[in-house]
């Protein structure tokens, strides 16, 4: 197993242009979170999975923003008519349920999306 | 709403010199995370805190958590330049993960030779 992945790396879009980004969870992770970071914060959660129950989803930043799990193993993160403050690193991360109070979670290396 | 405060927010430091970072949270929490996170990269877990006086230390970090008081510490022993990155603290609401985790702004940490 080699971690959380996510796709892609770098992403550069035109203002007003939808953009998609993947997140492979650890496989037997069944829990799925979603956070942007904006330069010089910390982490802020948008959204949460359980299998493919999307449970949380009100922190989403507004409705142009949207995610699935359709099985309960990768997850997608969209926004719809992207604005230059969207630009930020969004971060995926997978822990195994109770494991949480043990092992914590476990994020993937991000996506940096430019909206010029 | 949990608030998480951590201070400093920068520090500069020399090699073999010992500090403490400080992270605050406003509400009642069953879990506190620390995390490394180096340019460009994502973040490391180092330490998971669970209960009102847990310690744990891993190297030259030592955390400790004061449930209590609403605060976890981060020590710094005699610093090397590698642990040069930014951490942060991070809460978990009491009872489970779907609030997701409230970070801290961050500690910019640069140890110099």
């Known amino acids: 197993d080699t971690g959380v992945s996510q796709n892609p790396r770098h992403k550069i879009t035109k203002r007003g242009q939808n953009v998609t980004f993947r997140c492979d969870p650890i496989s037997e992770h069944n829990r799925l979170y979603w956070y942007r970071q904006t330069l010089g914060q910390g982490p802020e959660f948008l959204t949460y999975?359980?299998?493919?129950?999307?449970?949380?989803k009100s922190r989403l930043l507004s409705d142009r923003f949207s995610a699935e799990r359709p099985k309960g193993s990768f997850s997608t993160l969209e926004i719809q008519r992207t604005e230059q403050g969207d630009s930020a690193m969004y971060l995926c991360?997978?822990?195994?349920?109770?494991?949480?109070?043990?092992?914590?979670?476990?994020f993937g290396s991000g996506t940096r999306l430019t909206v010029v | 709403e949990l608030k998480v405060e951590q201070n400093p927010l920068f520090l500069s430091m020399q090699e073999g010199k010992n500090y403490t970072i400080y992270c605050n949270y406003s509400?009642?929490?069953?879990?506190l995370y620390w995390y490394r996170q180096d340019p460009g990269k994502s973040l490391e877990s180092l330490f998971v805190l669970l209960s009102n006086g847990a310690v744990k230390q891993e190297g030259r970090l030592m955390a400790s958590l004061d449930t209590k008081a609403r605060l976890s510490t981060l020590h710094i022993t005699a610093a090397v330049h590698d642990l040069s990155a930014t951490y942060f603290c991070?809460?978990?609401?009491?009872?489970?993960?779907?609030?997701?985790?409230?970070f801290g702004k961050g500690t910019h940490l640069i140890i110099q030779p």
């Open positions: 509400t009642t929490s069953d879990r």
């Open positions: 991070a809460v978990g609401a009491t009872g489970g993960g779907a609030d997701g985790l409230t």
């Open positions: 999975f359980q299998n493919e129950a999307q449970l949380e």
């Open positions: 991360a997978s822990s195994l349920g109770t494991g949480e109070m043990v092992y914590g979670y476990t």
